[in-house]
C-alpha cells in the first residue's frame, strides 16, 4: 500500500515550480531551497511508506503538494534565520554570560559601525605618517580615568592574566592565597591558567584565613609575583581574613616583588549610592599601589569584550614583547567601542544615562514600575482567557561572576497559563522569533522588567501571544 502511495509524491522540480514557492522565496540562494524540497519530500517519503499518513490516499496529491510547499516555506524560513540572534533576555540578570554579557552604548555600537564599514588609523599615525600602535587609542583615555602609569587592552581577561603571568613569572613562583583559588565560568581556573602560562603557583593560608605572614613566609629566591585575585563570583563570610592588597603591595615592596592584582569586573566608580554594594574603584585600586591591575571590559565596565591591563610602565613594556600579545590582541571593532564606552566615562551621569549595563543596575523603582504595569496591561490583553498575569515584586542580579550576593529590588511580571505549565510556555518562547528567556518559578514564567527595553516590549507580547496560540504540546 505504501508504494502506491509514493506515486502521490510531487517530483522536485514540481515543488520548485509551485507559483506560492516561488513568491515567497524570492531571493533565497537556489541551493538552499533545493536541498530544502528535497528534505521534505525525503521525509514525507519515509511517512508514507510508514503509513504514518492513511488518510492522505483520500486527499489526493494536490494535497500533498501543498503540504510539501508548506513545509519548505517553513524550512527555508528557518534555515534563512542567523545562528547568532538577538533574545529578549527577561531573566533580570544584568550580565548574563550565556547571553552576550554587556550591551553597548549607542555611541559605542556607532564606533563600530564606523571602522567596519570604512578604512581607519587603527595603527597609523596620522601625524607622522608613520606606523602606530592601535592601543594609543585607548592608552590617555584609561590613564585619565584610572590614574595608571601603562596601559595595554588585550582580548578578555583571562588573556590578560595569562600574559601578565607568562610575561613576569614564566619558570618562577606566584603566590596565591588559598581563599582566591578562583574558578570563572567556562574553564577560567587560577591554577590552570597559572599552569598555561608557565609560572608555578604556591598556596598559601586557608580558604577563609591568609594572614600578611602566610605570604612573606612562602616568599624564596624563585618568587616572582605575589598575586592578588577578586573572589568576584563568591563571598567567603564568617570567621574570614584576607591579605589585602595594600598589605601586599606592603610585603612586595619590602622583599623587591611585584603585586597583581585580578580585579575581574572593575568599576570605575562607586555605585554603592544606587543601592549596589560598595566595591574599591579601579582608581582606588592603582593607588594602593600594586605594579599590575586586569580587568574585563564587558563585565561592570560595560563595553566590549577585552582584558584591561594597567600597570607600571617597564612592566607593561615587557608584556607588549611578549609574543603572546600578537596572538591576543584585540581587533579594531573592540578599539572602537572601548573607546567610545571610556568616552562615556568623563561624565559620570551620562556614563550612567548612556552605557545600558549601568542604566539597568541603576533603574529608579519608578520606570521599573512603569514598565511593569505596561507589560503587565498588554499582556492581559494579548493573553484573555490563556494566562493570568500579574505583577510582583521580586529581585534581579548583577551577574558575569560580579557582586554574587547583591539583590537588586525589581518588577516582575508573571504569567500563569491556564492550559499548559510555565515551563512548557518558556520552552515555547525560547525557541520562538525573538527567542525570550524568563524565570520559571512555582508554575509561574518570570518576567524581570529590568533588563527588557522599552523597544522589546512589543515583540516580547507578541512572542507570548504567539506561544500562547500554539496551544498546549511542544512542537
Ligand atoms: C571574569 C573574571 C576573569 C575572566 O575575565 P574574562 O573577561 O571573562 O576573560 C578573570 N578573573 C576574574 C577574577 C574574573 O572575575
Redesign the pocket.
Known amino acids: 500500500m505504501g508504494t502506491e502511495l509514493l506515486r502521490m509524491l510531487p517530483s522536485v522540480d514540481e515543488v520548485l515550480r509551485d507559483a506560492r514557492l516561488v513568491k515567497e522565496l524570492e531571493g533565497q540562494p537556489r541551493s538552499v531551497v533545493v536541498q530544502a524540497v528535497r528534505d521534505v519530500l525525503e521525509r514525507e517519503r519515509r511517512r508514507l511508506l510508514a503509513g504514518l499518513r492513511p488518510d492522505d490516499e483520500n486527499k489526493g496529491k494536490e494535497f500533498i503538494l501543498e503540504q510539501t510547499v508548506r513545509e519548505t516555506l517553513c524550512a527555508v524560513r528557518q534555515s534563512a534565520r542567523p545562528n547568532l540572534r538577538p533574545v529578549i533576555n527577561a531573566t533580570g540578570v544584568v550580565l548574563h ?1 550565556n547571553m552576550g554579557r554587556a550591551l553597548l552604548s549607542e555611541r559605542a555600537r556607532q564606533a563600530i559601525n564606523d571602522v567596519a564599514s570604512s578604512y581607519s588609523n587603527i595603527e597609523l599615525d596620522l601625524e607622522s605618517g608613520r606606523r602606530g600602535s592601535r592601543y594609543a587609542h585607548l592608552e590617555g583615555l584609561l590613564k585619565t580615568l584610572t590614574g595608571a602609569e601603562a596601559v595595554l587592552v588585550v582580548n ?6 595569562l600574559l601578565a603571568l607568562s610575561t613576569l613569572a614564566r619558570g618562577r613562583e606566584v603566590i596565591v592565597s588559598r581563599g582566591q583559588l ?1 574558578e ?1 565560568g ?1 574553564s ?1 581556573r587560577v591554577p590552570e591558567v597559572m599552569a598555561q602560562s608557565g609560572a608555578r603557583l604556591v598556596e598559601v593560608g586557608t580558604t577563609n584565613k591568609t594572614h600578611p605572614d602566610d605570604y612573606r613566609k612562602a616568599i624564596s629566591p624563585d618568587t616572582a609575583l605575589l598575586l592578588h ?5 563568591y563571598r567567603i563570610i564568617g570567621f574570614t581574613r584576607e591579605t589585602t592588597i595594600s598589605e601586599l603591595v606592603e610585603i612586595g615592596r619590602s622583599a623587591s616583588l611585584p603585586v597583581m592584582s ?4 572593575g568599576f570605575l566608580f562607586d555605585l554603592s549610592g544606587y543601592g549596589l554594594p560598595s566595591e574599591p574603584t579601579v582608581r582606588e585600586v592603582v593607588e594602593a599601589g600594586p605594579d599590575v591591575v ?1 580587568f ?4 561592570l565596565l560595560g563595553g566590549p ?3 584591561i591591563i594597567l600597570g607600571r610602565k617597564d612592566l607593561i613594556e615587557r608584556m607588549k614583547k611578549n609574543p603572546l600579545t600578537r596572538a591576543v590582541r584585540i581587533d579594531k571593532m573592540t578599539v572602537a567601542a572601548l573607546e567610545a564606552t571610556l568616552r562615556e566615562y568623563l561624565d559620570q551621569e551620562r556614563a550612567i544615562r548612556e552605557i545600558p549595563t549601568l542604566r539597568m543596575l541603576t533603574e529608579s523603582r519608578d520606570i521599573l514600575q512603569q514598565r511593569g504595569s505596561r507589560l503587565a496591561e498588554l499582556l492581559r490583553a494579548a493573553a484573555g482567557e490563556k494566562a493570568e498575569i500579574c505583577l510582583e515584586e521580586g529581585f534581579s542580579a548583577v551577574g ?3 557582586m554574587p550576593t547583591a539583590e537588586l529590588p525589581s518588577v516582575l511580571v508573571a504569567i500563569r497559563p491556564v492550559q499548559e505549565s510555565a515551563g512548557e510556555l518558556q520552552t515555547k518562547l525560547r525557541r520562538g522569533d525573538p527567542a525570550v528567556m524568563g524565570r520559571v518559578q512555582e508554575d509561574k514564567l518570570l518576567l524581570d522588567v529590568r533588563t527588557i527595553a522599552d523597544a522589546e516590549l512589543q515583540p516580547l507580547v507578541e512572542a507570548v501571544r504567539g506561544a500562547l496560540c500554539e496551544g498546549k504540546g511542544i512542537k
Open positions: 554570560t578578555n581577561n583571562a588573556a590578560a592574566v578562583v570563572i567556562g577560567f585575585v577578586h573572589t568576584s563570583n585580578d580585579l575581574g569586573s586586569t574585563s571590559g564587558d563585565k569584550q577585552a582584558g558575569g561572576g560580579a
